[in-house]
């Protein structure tokens, strides 16, 4: 079992219905409920349950990047000048109406945040970089990192 912060605790029945809907999001009622072994009424109380309670935020397709054409993966490593709330609400702005940036990361160490950004070619990297990054003026610098290959990419979370 797992104990939530302040929901409920996860049983068995539950880590199961969340490791299979992390598994594949698109199955139906009827075949989660066959694949953990309960009624559909009563598989269909639990999800309910866990997304009421917080535990399921949505449920998503994932898409492959580069059969769609964006073949190039960055991870940009941003430095601020400055850390004045004004300043940090506009960089998160800026980052968040961006499509081109997948994730983002507020982190410790030499820069202030990492972003994962999802591009076609050099040419949108480097407009990305410098007409989207460069001319926010409390930039201090930026650094790009290409990604030859993906490793590993999941979505999952090690429930059991």
Do not use: W
Request: proline share 2%; glycine share 4%.
């Amino acid at each position: 079992m797992l104990q939530s912060s302040d929901k409920f605790v996860l049983d068995e029945q539950d880590i199961r219905l969340l490791e299979a809907l992390q598994e594949n999001a698109t199955m139906t009622n009827l075949e989660l409920a066959e694949h953990i072994g309960m009624s559909p009424s009563a598989t269909h109380t639990r999800v309910r349950r866990l997304e009421e309670g917080g535990y399921i935020d949505k449920r998503l397709t994932v898409l492959n990047r580069e059969r769609l054409g964006f073949d190039m993966l960055c991870l940009i490593h941003v430095r601020l000048q400055t850390h004045q709330i004004a300043q940090i609400e506009d960089f998160y702005k800026t980052v968040r109406e961006s499509s081109q940036v997948l994730e983002c990361y507020h982190v410790t160490g030499e820069y202030d945040y990492v972003l994962k950004v999802a591009l076609r070619n050099r040419v949108e990297l480097r407009t990305f970089v410098l007409e989207q990054l460069t001319p926010i003026p409390f930039v201090a610098t930026v650094q790009t990192s290409i990604v030859f290959e993906e490793v590993k990419f999941t979505t999952a979370l090690p429930l059991s």
